[in-house]
């Protein structure tokens, strides 16, 4: 390894990491790409991908970014894109969760489907193309439905979990998972022109609190379906709250949801109860 | 007695952003939904003054009702 650094070293120019010395040290010394990026960042070295990161995260705040993992749960329209924002973010490790398979329908707006994807898992499409854009990102695609019998053995080892889901009752399954073993959740949901997203922290019921009134069934994106902007910004909303999550800066969308009407361009923000902290009298 | 009803999203097609109604006393947010045609199941969030409301709550005279569609779709 020290071989290695030595050879980062000397490649780097003014403490940023060119990729084609990265590939190089891959290819020298018989290390994968993650190995790679993990020596670069823990001896100082901004690999060069990152450069444009770099005045908002530094290259301490990129390493953890790198050492941390994130599940996505569901990997169609607002899944693909977190996919893809994350991995070009650098966030190191991702599991990626679907039961399903490309079809023609999800072509108008899911990143990850192509005419000639049409059939293969979405999480296998989610692996292939995080290979391509970063392929220091490690990737445990799961091709299953996340649900109560087996969301702990998903999230196990992820600071933070993503709802991509297309189904309420899923969600509020996603919801009670990540309370029982501790880590946020970034809530978003899509239908038509709107959208909302919410991020929820152990202890809190904001997810619970949205799907208050509902009883079964789906939401608007029934009859509305979704168009290929909606994902692509409520995805990007939830990825820039995994990266404040993980980094532990900025303002978090915490005990309120942020609604996104994009045919009228408005934005409410509804209010959801803090919960009650139990105070002991002395 | 004067509420004032706000619909969102799919809500207001067909009918309106903000209108204000004149009810009985004692109307529920339920015969609102009703008298607006929506179901209980279209229903996501219901808002009384800013704050979260049940569709059995009892309206108040100059209270701000207001409606969002349920969003779940990914």
Known sequence: ?282 | MQVTVKLFATFRNGRFKLEERELPEGTLVRQVVADLSLTDDEIGIIMINGRHGMLDQELLPGDVLSLFPLVGGG
């Not at chain 1, 000397?10 to 084609?20: D, K, Q």
């Not at chain 1, 991509?164 to 970034?186: N, Q």
């Not at chain 1, 978003?188 to 997810?207: C, D, L, N, R, S």
């Open chain 1, 1 to 282: 390894m020290n071989e290695a650094l030595t050879f980062l070293e000397e490649w780097s120019r003014e403490g940023m990491l060119p990729w084609a010395a990265h590939c190089a040290a891959v290819k020298h010394f018989g290390l994968s790409h993650a190995a790679v990026e993990r020596l670069a960042l823990q001896n100082g070295l901004f690999p060069a991908r990152y450069q444009r990161n770099r005045m908002m995260i530094d290259v301490h705040e990129q390493l953890r970014l790198f050492s941390s993992g994130v599940a996505v749960i569901g990997c169609g329209g607002l899944g693909g894109y977190v996919i893809e924002e994350l991995a070009r973010l650098g966030v190191g490790h991702l599991v990626a969760v679907d039961p399903d398979v490309f079809e023609e329908h999800n072509l108008n707006r899911q990143i990850l489907a192509t005419p000639n994807n049409l059939g293969l898992a979405k999480v296998e499409a989610a692996r292939q193309r995080v290979e391509q854009i970063n392929p220091a990102v490690t990737v445990t695609a799961v091709q299953d439905a996340f649900g109560l019998a087996n969301g702990r053995e998903l999230l196990a080892g992820v600071e933070v979990a993503v709802d991509a889901l297309d189904s309420i009752s899923y969600r509020l399954e996603l919801a009670e998972v990540t309370g029982a073993v501790g880590i946020p959740m970034v809530h978003g949901a899509i239908g038509g022109w709107y959208g909302h997203v919410a991020t929820q922290f152990p202890g809190e019921e904001t997810v619970q609190g949205i799907y208050r009134h509902w009883v079964a069934g789906k939401g608007i994106e029934q009859q509305l379906g979704n168009p290929a902007f909606t994902p692509a910004v409520i995805a990007s909303i939830e990825a820039a709250e995994v990266c404040k999550i993980l980094l532990g800066k900025g303002e978090l969308l915490r005990n309120r949801k942020l609604s996104i009407d994009l045919l009228e361009m408005e934005v409410h923000e509804i209010p959801y109860d803090q919960p009650v902290k139990l105070v002991r009298a002395a």
